[in-house]
C-alpha cells in the first residue's frame, strides 16, 4: 500500500485501468466456468441417473425373470418327473457295492483336480477327508460322472451317459441333455435337483457337490445349504429364495449366489429345484457388455452393485480394463494384500472389493441422489446411487464418473480462458499508457500552479490549461475548502446529536438495526416479562394542580422509574399517560427475567409510597405482571415507535386492570418459576366478557412490606 501511494499518478491510472480489467476478466471467467461448471455437473448427473435408472430395471427385471423361469420349471411336467426318477434311481444305488479302485480314482481327482485348486484361494490346507464323499451312491455316482469322466474340469457337463448300463445313467441319459440345454440357453452357471432329504440327486455340471447332502455333508454351511433348507421349509407352491454371494468350495472358493423352489406332484413334497446364478450375466447388464464409452460413461465412468456387508456384487471395470493398474491403486489405498491376491486369482472383485462410500452407505438406507464423492478407489467421482428391489437381495446400484474426467471441458476452458487473458492484458497495458498520458497533462498542470502558490507566490492564477472539471477544480479550489471544512464539522455535530436521540428512544441492538437500514424490525422472542403499572388517584389529583405541576410531578416519577429499569436490566417500552410498561429479557435474554421483575414492582411501588409520603400525596401503584413469548418491532414510518404485542402483553395488561391499589398481580406462569422465592396468595379467577378465565395470583402483603433498596447486582 505505501508503494502505490509513492506512485505517480500516470502510473496508479495504468495500474488501476490493468487491475479494473483483470478483475473484470477474472470476474467473467469465474461466473462462465461456475456456470458452466453447474450446467455441466447437472447434465453429467442427469446422464448418470439415467443409465443407473436404465440398469436398475435390468436387474431388477432380470431377476424378476429368474423367479418366474425357476418357479415355471418347478411345475413344468418334465421337471417333477426328472425329479422322481433320479430320486428312485439314486435310493437303488445306495444299496451298490463300490470297487476300491472306484475309491482310489477318486481320492486321486479330488487331490490333483480339486484340492489344489481350492487350496489356491482358501486359508489353510484343506483336509481330503473332509471333502470325499461318504455314501455308497455318492461315491458311485462321482466315480463314473466326475473322477472318471473324460472331459476336463469345466466340461464334465458333455457327458451324458458314463455306460454302466445303471438305472440312474438311464434317466441321465434322458434327461441330461433337456436340462443341459436350459443351463446353456438361459445362462446359469449350474441346475441342481434335490431330494427332499437335501441330496443333490442331479446336477448339470457335476462339481464335487454332486450327490452330497447339504444337512449334513461337508457343504452344509454354504449359502446353496441355506437356500435348499429354505425351499424344504416352505409350505406350498409358488416360493422361491434367493440367496446372496458367498463363497462356494465345489466352485473353489468363487462367489456364487442361488435361487431354489420346491417341486411339487399334486399336493405331495417331493424335492428342491435350485440354480447356480452367472456371474457373468449380471456382470454383462452392469458393464453394458464391456461397452462403457459407447454408453456414455467415457474413460472412467462405471455402474456396479453394491451388497449390505459393503462388498461388490459385480465386476470392477477398472479390474476388468487394467488388473495390473487395479492392483496398484488397491495397493495404494491400503488394502489388503489376501485380498488383492484372492482378486488376481478369481479375477473378479466380487466379495472381495470393499465399498464403504458416502453413496453406498446413504443407499443401503433406501435414499437415493447424486453426490461428488471419494470412489471406492478414493478418486472424487460424480456419483449416482439408490437401492435396488429385490426380494431377498439387499443391494444397491451405482453410476459413477472420475470427476476429472466430468470436469474436462471445463478445465479446458479455463486454459484457454487463461491464454486470451494474457494477451489482451498486453493490449490493455499500452492503451493504458497512452490514455493516461493525455488525462494527466492538465494534474500535472495544476500541481505545477500549486507547486508555485506553495512556493509564496500568491499572485499565481492556478490553471489547469482546459476548460473542463479540472478549470473549475482550479476556479473554487480557494473558494471551497474552508466552507467544506466548515459544512463537515456541522455535519458530524448534527450526526452526533442525532445518535444520541436515537439511543435515548430505542435500544442499542435496535437502534444499529435502523442504522443498517432495516426498516422492517419485526422479532418472535421468547422467555420475556411484561410489567403493566397505573398510578391509582392521579387522575384524580391532577384536577387540583397545574399542568406544569402535574408534567413535573409524573416526569420525577417516570425518571425513577427508568433508572430502575437500568438497576434491574429491564427495557422500558412505553408510557401512556400515568402507565407505564417495561419488559425483561427482550433485546438481551435473562434467566431471571421474571426474577428481575417482580424486583422492580416491588422497588416501583416502595418508592411511590415513599414519593407520595414525602409529598403529602394520596398516589398508590397497580401492577400487573406476566411471562411467556411476545412480538416486537418497530412501526411507523416518520414517527417510529418500538413495541410489543401479543398474548403475554395482554395477559399482564388484564392483570394489572384487575389489581387492587398498592398490589401485584402476577399470571399463573409467575406463581409458578417464583413460589418458592416468594409468598403468593390465589385471588380467583378474572372474567371480563368475551376472553378466557384467567388466574390471577397476589404477592403477598410480608413482601410489600419489606424495603427493596438494599443493594442487588444484576449483570
Not at 488501476?16 to 480489467?21: H, I, P, T
Not at 438406507?365 to 437381495?393: C, M
Not at 438495526?513 to 388517584?537: H, M, P, T, W, Y
Request: charged content about 25%; overall charge negative.
Amino acid at each position: 500500500m505505501q508503494l502505490f501511494k509513492q506512485l505517480s499518478i500516470k502510473t496508479k491510472l495504468i495500474v488501476m485501468l490493468l487491475v479494473v480489467s483483470l478483475c473484470a476478466m477474472v470476474a467473467s471467467t469465474f461466473t462462465c466456468s461456475s456456470a458452466g461448471k453447474s450446467i455441466l455437473t447437472e447434465k453429467v448427473f442427469n446422464q448418470l441417473t439415467s443409465l443407473r435408472s436404465a440398469k436398475t430395471y435390468q436387474i431388477q427385471d432380470y431377476f424378476e425373470t429368474l423367479n418366474n423361469h425357476s418357479q415355471t420349471l418347478s411345475e413344468d411336467l418334465t421337471v417333477v418327473a426328472a425329479m422322481q426318477e433320479f430320486k428312485t434311481a439314486y435310493r437303488e444305488l445306495e444299496k451298490s457295492t463300490i470297487p476300491a479302485d472306484f475309491d482310489k480314482k477318486i481320492d486321486t481327482y479330488y487331490q490333483t483336480e480339486f484340492l489344489p485348486r481350492l487350496a489356491r484361494t482358501n486359508e489353510g490346507l484343506p483336509v481330503l477327508e473332509s471333502y470325499t464323499p461318504k455314501t455308497a451312491a455318492a461315491r458311485y455316482l462321482q466315480y463314473h460322472y466326475t473322477a472318471a469322466n473324460p472331459n476336463p474340469v469345466g466340461k464334465k457337463l458333455l457327458l451324458d451317459n458314463p455306460g454302466d448300463a445303471s438305472s440312474y445313467s438311464q434317466v441321465h441319459t434322458r434327461y441330461h441333455p433337456i436340462f443341459r440345454n436350459i443351463v446353456e440357453k438361459y445362462g446359469y452357471y449350474d441346475m441342481f435337483l434335490i431330494d427332499p432329504e437335501g441330496t443333490i440327486v442331479y446336477t448339470v455340471f457335476k462339481e464335487t457337490d454332486f450327490a452330497t447332502n447339504f444337512t449334513n455333508g461337508p457343504y452344509n454351511e454354504s449359502n446353496l445349504a441355506k437356500a435348499i433348507a429354505a425351499a424344504r421349509g416352505s409350505k406350498g407352491k409358488g416360493y422361491v429364495k434367493i440367496v446372496d454371494f458367498q463363497p462356494y468350495s465345489p466352485s473353489y472358493g468363487a462367489p456364487a449366489a442361488f435361487i431354489s423352489t420346491p417341486i411339487f406332484n399334486g399336493s405331495e413334497f417331493i424335492g428342491v429345484l435350485a440354480f447356480q446364478l452367472p456371474v457373468d450375466k449380471i456382470n454383462n447388464v452392469m458393464t453394458g457388455n464391456k461397452n462403457w464409452k459407447q454408453n456414455g460413461l467415457g474413460d472412467s465412468g462405471e455402474t456396479y452393485l453394491v451388497g449390505s456387508d459393503y462388498l461388490m456384487r459385480s465386476a470392477s471395470r477398472f479390474q476388468i480394463e487394467d488388473p495390473k493398474g487395479h492392483e496398484k491403486t488397491l495397493s495404494s489405498i491400503g488394502t489388503d494384500e489376501k485380498t488383492i491376491k484372492k482378486i488376481k486369482e478369481f479375477n473378479t472383485t466380487i466379495l472381495l472389493q470393499e465399498v464403504q462410500t458416502k453413496g453406498v452407505k446413504q443407499a443401503l438406507f433406501g435414499k437415493q441422489g447424486t453426490e461428488v464423492i471419494n470412489d471406492y478407489r478414493n478418486i472424487p467421482v460424480l456419483s449416482s446411487y439408490a437401492p435396488l428391489k429385490i426380494d431377498g437381495l439387499r443391494w444397491v446400484i451405482l453410476a459413477e464418473i472420475d470427476v476429472s474426467e466430468a470436469y474436462a471441458p471445463i478445465h479446458s476452458f479455463e486454459k484457454t480462458v487463461v491464454i486470451g487473458a494474457t494477451l489482451i492484458m498486453v493490449l490493455i497495458t499500452l492503451i493504458a499508457m497512452w490514455l493516461t498520458a493525455i488525462f494527466v497533462k492538465p494534474i500535472q498542470m495544476l500541481i505545477a500552479s500549486a507547486e508555485q502558490v506553495g512556493a509564496g507566490e500568491i499572485d499565481t492564477i492556478v490553471k489547469s490549461g482546459s476548460e473542463d472539471e479540472f478549470g473549475d477544480l482550479a476556479k473554487s479550489f480557494n473558494q471551497t475548502i474552508d466552507s467544506l471544512r466548515y459544512e463537515s464539522n456541522l455535519i458530524e455535530q448534527k450526526n452526533r446529536e442525532n445518535e444520541a436521540l436515537v439511543l435515548n428512544i430505542f435500544s442499542p441492538a435496535i437502534t444499529k438495526r435502523l442504522k443498517q437500514g432495516d426498516r422492517e424490525i419485526a422479532d418472535q422472542i421468547s422467555n420475556v416479562s411484561v410489567l403493566f403499572s397505573d398510578l391509582d388517584q392521579f387522575t384524580k389529583l391532577t384536577k387540583s394542580m397545574s399542568p406544569q405541576e402535574v408534567v413535573r410531578l409524573l416526569n420525577e416519577l417516570v425518571t425513577a422509574f427508568d433508572e430502575m429499569t437500568d438497576k434491574y436490566g429491564l427495557e422500558k417500552i412505553k408510557t401512556i399517560g400515568d402507565g407505564y410498561m417495561a419488559v425483561c429479557g427482550l433485546s438481551v435474554p435473562r434467566l431471571d427475567h421474571d426474577k428481575r421483575t417482580v424486583d422492580f414492582a416491588l422497588e416501583m411501588l416502595a418508592y411511590v409510597r415513599r414519593f407520595s409520603y414525602e409529598k403529602g400525596l394520596h398516589l398508590d401503584l397497580r401492577l400487573g405482571i406476566n411471562s411467556g413469548d411476545v412480538v416486537a418491532g418497530v412501526i411507523g414510518k416518520n414517527r417510529l415507535l418500538y413495541d410489543i404485542w401479543g398474548d403475554t402483553v395482554n395477559i399482564a395488561h388484564r392483570l394489572k386492570s384487575a389489581c387492587p391499589s398498592g398490589s401485584i398481580l402476577v399470571s399463573q406462569d409467575i406463581c409458578d418459576r417464583l413460589y418458592d422465592l416468594y409468598d403468593f396468595e390465589q385471588v380467583g379467577e378474572i372474567q371480563e366478557p368475551g376472553k378466557e378465565k384467567l388466574v390471577a395470583w397476589q404477592l403477598k402483603n410480608s413482601h410489600l412490606t419489606v424495603s427493596v433498596q438494599e443493594e442487588k447486582v444484576y449483570e
